[in-house]
């Protein structure tokens, strides 16, 4: 699991950002409506990560709060639907108001989100409801939603999960990352290698 990510921003596109930290440059799927809340191209950022695997490839998106992060994870645990609808429902609406919609089933809220329509509304609603009354109560008690907050900690990411961002970065499909680096691990422990010595070993495996 790659917790967060930190380095300098080299890039700011119209829907991911470009990090790079440890010599390999990461582009991640960012809110758009966040981008003010970062530094200037060559600053250093720090951005809660979310990594997904799916069949047609990988999907890295980013925070700039654990908070943020909580939340998307909320969404996608509501049946059908997919992490861009969820990333879309954040981008139009802020944590605060995303909460409020919920707690007030505000269908009409919800729906201005492209991609979101009465009866997912209804389904969000309905499956959120009791999670974001947990969530929202915790928040206050520690004194509220801080929407770009930082925290120290960050989590040094692995050398399998550098490997495998990196492999798709070079536009190797997933079947493809996964064929070789099972074909790795078989001959060591992958644990107990650097990022380079994981990258070397499977692009000779292509």
């Known amino acids: 699991m790659i917790y967060s990510i930190k380095g300098i921003l080299l890039e700011k596109q119209k829907e991911f950002i470009v990090v790079e930290a440890g010599q390999i440059a990461y582009e991640i799927i960012f809110l758009t409506s966040a981008y003010g809340r970062?530094?200037?191209?060559?600053?250093?950022?720090?951005?809660?990560?979310?990594?997904?695997?799916?069949?047609?490839?990988?999907?890295?998106?980013?925070?700039?709060?654990?908070?943020?992060?909580?939340?998307?994870?909320?969404?996608?645990?509501?049946?059908?639907?997919?992490?861009?609808?969820a990333y879309n429902i954040m981008n139009v609406l802020p944590v605060e108001k995303l909460?409020?919609?919920?707690?007030?089933?505000?269908?009409?809220?919800?729906?201005?989100?492209?991609?979101?329509?009465?009866?997912?509304?209804?389904?969000?609603?309905?499956?959120?409801?009791?999670?974001?009354?947990?969530?929202?109560?915790?928040?206050k008690d520690k004194g509220g939603f801080t929407a770009g907050a930082q925290s120290s900690g960050f989590a040094c990411l692995d050398s399998l999960s550098e490997a495998r961002l990196a492999l798709g970065a070079l536009g190797f499909a997933y079947a493809e990352i996964e064929r070789m680096l099972a074909a790795i691990s078989k001959e060591l422990d992958i644990s107990s290698v650097t990022t380079e010595e994981i990258l070397k070993m499977a692009l000779k495996k292509r």
């Open 99 to 139: 909460i409020e919609a919920i707690l007030k089933e505000d269908e009409k809220c919800l729906t201005q989100v492209s991609g979101v329509g009465g009866k997912t509304a209804k389904r969000i609603i309905l499956e959120l409801k009791d999670k974001i009354s947990k969530m929202s109560q915790s928040a």
């Open 38 to 85: 970062l530094p200037e191209i060559g600053g250093e950022v720090a951005i809660y990560t979310q990594f997904l695997v799916r069949e047609d490839g990988y999907l890295l998106f980013g925070f700039l709060s654990t908070e943020d992060k909580k939340i998307f994870n909320t969404l996608l645990a509501v049946p059908s639907l997919g992490p861009k609808t």
